[in-house]
């Protein structure tokens, strides 16, 4: 089993900044990317970014796409979201999850865990 446990969600204005975390602990061994999705009340949860093991990839969605950077820190088990320039419509729960195809396929199918979520709320 794999645990993730997010933090650094909060309220922000618009235009602010916000860095997400989120530390793995348990079998890491057993997935070889993350990612982070998000999602909104009345809205599939959706593809944020991910990032593979050696952290020389990542992806992004087309709306964060030069906003946020997704980065890890192996050594800490952590990967982080710093997320700039933030508007009304990032306001979500950001979930963290590990999975082999997250870099791949960039859906929440390919999520083999899952964080429980912190909450970003961006007023304007």
């Known amino acids: 089993q794999v645990q993730l446990v997010e933090s650094g969600g909060g309220l922000v204005q618009a235009g602010g900044s916000l860095r997400l975390s989120c530390v793995a602990s348990g079998r890491t061994f057993n997935w070889r990317a993350m990612g982070w999705f998000r999602q909104s009340p009345g809205k599939e949860r959706e593809f944020v970014a991910a990032?593979?093991?050696?952290?020389?990839?990542?992806a992004y969605s087309d709306s964060v796409k030069g906003r946020f950077t997704i980065f890890r820190d192996n050594a800490k088990n952590t990967v982080y979201l710093q997320m700039n320039s933030l508007q009304p419509e990032d306001t979500a729960v950001y979930y963290c999850?590990?999975?082999?195809?997250?870099?791949?396929?960039?859906?929440?199918?390919?999520?083999?865990?899952w964080g429980q979520g912190t909450q970003v709320t961006v007023s304007s």
């Open positions: 999850a590990a999975g082999a195809l997250i870099l791949t396929l960039q859906t929440p199918g390919a999520a083999d865990y």
């Open positions: 990032i593979n093991w050696s952290g020389d990839s990542t």
